[in-house]
């Protein structure tokens, strides 16, 4: 079903291949390959919102937070999200890669920006309060 969707978005036939894709996800609801595809066909075709709403269900799941999944989210985010968004999906490429210093940079940009709620800040000042003791710990050994 994916290798047919992916064929069908190289191919130009993008409807039939978001309708796979999403048919496949109420055959296997939660299947984060599938899901990633999906997100990423949806960016290709102009869906960006619905995108970016796709990865933000998918990071619920800790195995999902990974590099391409964060990816996507700051690429929908740039796209139709707003700017703060942008950062700290940003921020979580840069952990992953191991970049701590960066992660916390864009984190504190992202903590400046304005528009998002006080949850939203809370979880931004949450995460940022960890990178920072990986870092210390990090720069300890």
Request: aromatic share 8%.
């Amino acid at each position: 079903r994916t290798t047919l969707a992916n064929i069908e978005m190289e191919t130009g036939k993008s409807a039939q291949a978001l309708k796979r894709y999403r048919d496949t996800l109420l055959l296997y609801p939660g299947d984060m390959v599938v899901s990633q595809y999906y997100a990423a066909a949806l960016i290709q075709t102009d869906q960006a919102e619905e995108a970016r709403q796709q990865v933000l269900k998918m990071l619920r799941e800790p195995t999902a937070r990974t590099t391409p999944i964060y990816m996507l989210w700051a690429k929908a985010s740039s796209i139709s999200g707003p700017a703060w968004e942008t950062k700290q999906a940003t921020a979580g490429i840069y952990y992953r890669n191991g970049n701590l210093r960066v992660a916390i940079d864009q984190l504190n940009q992202a903590r400046r920006m304005e528009g998002m709620s006080q949850y939203d800040q809370s979880r931004i000042q949450a995460r940022l309060e960890t990178f920072r003791t990986l870092l210390a710990e990090r720069e300890q050994k």
